[in-house]
């Protein structure tokens, strides 16, 4: 079986393809190569001058639970400074590029095709200190695992913007790291180390690659799939499973009952099937307490629609649960999810948020890979 050449991989066999005298290094666990060779390994090994590692969310080790990191360190095996960017972005992130040395930022991390997942808002922000500080950048580019042929969800309202969606895409973006990188327009000495053999409509599985852990709580290729619709269960008090071995897939609450799996199960949603299930989650909401929900089985990858799905089960939890179901975190969490207030407000009135999803579209405009 063949399988995708990423960028990492590509540069570790040719380092031209990086230029730079000193180099810092933008990753975590899933910046490896298919033979799970770590990418600053393979880099160092190459010859390529490595000065200094950074790290995203969940740290460079990937040991951190959602928004949290690993502090400054030192890699025990490279014994390189181990920078924290978590929560830095500015004037406070440009101090710490600074501090590094480098001459250049080379971005290696998987992303999981969902505007709220955090790493490309990392790389936004390193990016953006690059253009201020005159850095090169550099993305050694990786596949969307949801594919680079759908995008669905409205566009982010700059008014919301956050670390959970810094600029105007979609929920579902169906675009690469790289893509993304030139989308976001600064003007900065940017490149990308393009993939050879991605093509835009693969699933994960055949790329050929390893699937890695992006995060604690995104075990499996499936979670990524579903992420983009119940992901947005982070903003209300039902959980998402976390602290279960199937998170994003297992949903619930301690005041749901038998009529959850059956409305969900009458909507005839496309591509998923919903089986009542009872779980305890270890750790965050609930923790310790049993509560009845749902686990969604996706049936039909290419019919599935993540997005759609989320809307739904979150139409039919305020239906079915008006005086229980409640926002959950800071500043109305949902409406950094979602990307604006008007899914709260169309759940809030009793009202069906359903057409707030518009129907799937081709991801157009500067795409590296092409169809």
């Not at 960017?85 to 290696?108: I, K, M, Y």
């Not at 903003?235 to 897939?249: D, W």
């Not at 008006?322 to 975190?329: F, I, K, T, Y």
Request: hydrophobic letters at 40%.
């Amino acid at each position: 079986m063949s399988y995708v050449r990423t960028g990492a991989e590509r540069l570790a066999a040719d380092p031209s393809l990086a230029g730079g005298a000193s180099l810092g290094l933008i990753t975590n666990p899933t910046g490896v190569l298919p033979d799970l060779t770590p990418t600053p390994d393979a880099l160092l090994a190459a010859g390529l001058k490595l000065t200094a590692l950074f790290g995203p969310e969940h740290g460079m080790r990937g040991t951190a639970q959602a928004a949290g990191s690993e502090g400054d360190t030192v890699d025990e095996k490279t014994g390189l400074p181990v920078y924290d960017t978590h929560t830095l972005s500015g004037e406070a992130l440009d101090r710490v590029v600074a501090a590094s040395g480098v001459d250049t930022l080379v971005f290696d991390i998987a992303d999981v095709g969902a505007r709220f997942y955090t790493y490309v808002w990392t790389m936004y922000d390193l990016l953006a200190s690059a253009a201020r500080l005159g850095v090169r950048f550099v993305v050694l580019d990786r596949p969307n695992p949801l594919g680079g042929t759908v995008e669905e969800g409205p566009l982010l309202d700059p008014a919301f913007a956050s670390f959970v969606g810094r600029f105007p895409l979609p929920v579902r973006h169906g675009r690469t790291a790289g893509e993304l990188a030139g989308r976001f327009g600064f003007d900065a000495d940017l490149s990308v180390v393009e993939m050879e053999g991605w093509r835009r409509g693969m699933t994960f599985a055949e790329t050929g690659l390893p699937w890695v852990m992006p995060s604690v709580n995104m075990p499996t290729a499936d979670t990524a799939l579903v992420y983009p619709g119940t992901g947005l269960f982070e903003g209300t008090n039902f959980s998402e499973g976390r602290g279960t071995t199937r998170p994003f897939e297992l949903i619930g609450a301690p005041y749901a009952d038998d009529r959850f799996a059956g409305a969900l199960a009458a909507l005839g949603l496309p591509g998923v099937r919903f089986r009542e299930t009872w779980f305890t989650p270890t750790f965050h909401k609930h923790a310790g307490t049993p509560v009845r929900g749902v686990q969604l089985h996706v049936h039909d990858r290419a019919a599935f629609r993540p997005v759609l799905t989320g809307l739904s089960m979150l139409h039919v939890a305020r239906t079915l649960y008006p005086d229980d179901l409640r926002w959950w975190g800071p500043d109305l969490f949902l409406d950094h999810l979602w990307g604006s207030d008007t899914l709260t407000r169309r759940l809030e009135a009793g009202e069906d948020p359903r057409d707030l999803c518009p129907p799937p579209r081709h991801p157009e405009g500067g795409l590296l890979y092409g169809g």
